[in-house]
């Protein structure tokens, strides 16, 4: 149980393109889903939290405008990464809190999106 | 403010070594969660455990135990009869009161390098 899948599991794009990453809880319902971003071996640097039916709360420093953010549904949430640049290029993770267990605080975690953006 | 310290950044051993992860964490809070996780090569992070703010009893599961230390605001992990297979990148993380967000902070990691 507690699978949580993303995709695509990585992609390459041109500068000024946008991308779309999805993130699924396959076998339960997350009304709230993380999403994170990973330089090379670095830790884990929270960007937002996505809750389903409102607006993502961004953490500091993170662009709300450039990092879209939607959790329209119990099951997904996208995060668009608009006029992608080099810099953006990353490892982004999801995760989401299975809501049966919201007392509990586990966040599982997705496999990770690899973006490269030349 | 919440943070997690693991001091180790890397350690590599010999299979069938144990090895103990540190992690040192600070919370103005009473009520928080303590988290485990590993990330192998791969790069998805798997959840190994946690241990609410309450609960000080040590746990063990096949070759990982851990030793949670309120005194001492430690959350210890160790690995016993490490396989190369252990080899990955270990994440040590706070989460304070619901009030708070649920939001997880992670420690920098140990990266454990299991020698054949």
């Known amino acids: 149980g507690a699978v949580v899948s993303q995709h695509p599991s990585w992609v390459i794009c041109k500068s000024g393109t946008s991308v779309k990453i999805e993130c699924r809880s396959l076998d339960f319902q997350a009304t709230t889903m993380f999403w994170y971003r990973q330089f090379p071996k670095q830790s884990l640097m929270l960007m937002a939290t996505?809750?389903?039916?409102?607006?993502?709360?961004?953490e500091q420093g993170v662009e709300k405008d450039k990092f879209l953010i939607n959790h329209a549904s119990l099951t997904l949430s996208t995060l668009t990464v608009t006029s992608a640049h080099p810099e953006d290029s990353s490892f982004y993770i999801c995760?989401?809190?299975?809501?049966?267990?919201?007392?509990?605080?586990?966040?599982?975690f997705g496999p990770g999106t690899r973006l490269t953006v030349l | 403010a919440q943070k997690v310290t693991q001091a180790q950044t890397e350690i590599s051993v010999v299979e069938k070594e144990d090895v103990t992860l540190d992690c040192v964490y600070e919370?103005?809070?009473?009520?928080?969660?303590l988290f485990w996780y590993k990330q192998p090569p791969s790069g998805e992070l798997v959840f190994l455990i946690r241990?609410?703010?309450?609960?000080?009893q040590n746990e063990i599961s096949g070759r990982y135990s851990w030793n949670f230390q309120k005194s001492t605001s430690s959350f210890n992990f160790t690995i016993t009869a490490s396989q190369v297979v252990d080899s990955a990148v270990y994440f040590c993380?706070?989460?304070?009161?619901?009030?708070?967000?649920?939001?997880?902070?992670f420690g920098g990691g140990t990266r454990v390098l299991v020698k054949p």
């Open positions: 996505s809750n389903e039916g409102s607006k993502a709360t961004y």
């Open positions: 993380a706070l989460s304070e009161a619901i009030a708070a967000g649920n939001k997880l902070t």
């Open positions: 241990r609410n703010s309450f609960d000080e």
């Open positions: 995760s989401a809190r299975d809501m049966r267990e919201a007392l509990l605080d586990t966040q599982y």
């Open positions: 919370t103005r809070d009473t009520t928080y969660y």
